[in-house]
């Protein structure tokens, strides 16, 4: 019952949300969008909780192919940071405004990081590359994911202010533009740095959103000390190079953690929960 309980928990919140925006928006598409993600998102953990070696891996094609293929590129929904921007400025609760403010901005207050681990769709493809473990130390580039958030900030504030025409479909291809600049720098920094992560530690802007909402995140990865004998091999395979024995908020990295589980699955004393 305790494998049951937090995939079942996290169906509910997804559910929850789902019935809520459909009601008051009169829209059924929401019941659809947000029951999907929900579901698909509860079997992924509940698949990690009977150690099924790719659950969180399935998780990540049913949602991340939904997004990207059906939002993005059929419905063209702008996914990605600029068309959140663009909704936000136009004054509309839609689409990217509610994605963000249920996956990036309010969500991680329950889930944390768990966006990055079991949706997104860039790291769909990122790990599913060769260094699912960091071959190096971790670089103290972060600062970049400051800058690429401005960046795109300031490019739809320019396009507003501009008055330019036919925004919508800009949008879209700045959707598909910026698509596929995060794959190929994703890629080259993972193949460069044999690091599949490396995007997501530097050059990510969501995480801006993302880090100081899971820092008071409910859902997180805690340590036994009775039974922690300080092997050392759970940092080994943390792809994020987060600090598990250490239950403080303040733990080393411990707003970059996706809940991926590999900690808990190599721990030879089980003091990882």
């Not at 019952?1 to 559910?15: D, N, Q, S």
């Not at 925004?167 to 959707?175: D, L, N, S």
């Amino acid at each position: 019952m305790k494998k049951i309980l937090l995939p079942a928990v996290l169906w509910l919140v997804f559910e929850s949300i789902a019935v809520t925006l459909w009601l008051t928006k009169q829209n059924p598409f929401y019941l659809f969008n947000f029951t999907y993600i929900g579901t698909a998102i509860a079997i992924g953990t509940l698949l990690v909780q009977f150690h099924y070696q790719h659950a969180r891996r399935a998780a990540q094609l049913l949602v991340g192919t939904y997004m990207l293929v059906y939002l993005g590129l059929i419905s063209n929904e702008n996914m990605q940071i600029e068309g959140f921007w663009y909704y936000l400025f136009t004054g509309v609760f839609e689409a990217a405004t509610i994605h963000y403010a249920v996956a990036k901005i309010f969500g991680p207050l329950v889930f944390g990081r768990g966006w990055c681990g079991y949706a997104c769709w860039t790291a769909m493809i990122l790990d599913l590359l060769p260094y699912k473990v960091p071959q190096q130390p971790r670089k103290k580039w972060g600062f970049i994911r400051y800058i690429t958030f401005a960046l795109s900030f300031l490019l739809v504030s320019a396009l507003f202010l501009a008055h330019v025409n036919h925004m919508e479909r800009i949008m879209f291809w700045a959707f598909l533009i910026g698509n596929c600049l995060y794959y190929a720098v994703g890629i080259w920094l993972a193949l460069a740095w044999k690091d599949n992560r490396a995007f997501c530690k530097y050059i990510c802007p969501i995480t801006v959103f993302l880090k100081p909402m899971s820092y008071f995140s409910l859902l997180r990865i805690t340590c036994d000390k009775s039974k922690c004998i300080s092997c050392g091999k759970c940092k080994t395979v943390c792809p994020m190079n987060v600090d598990m024995t250490d239950n403080s908020r303040k733990r080393i990295n411990g707003t970059e953690c996706i809940l991926c589980y590999e900690c808990t699955k190599i721990c030879p004393k089980e003091a990882l929960k």
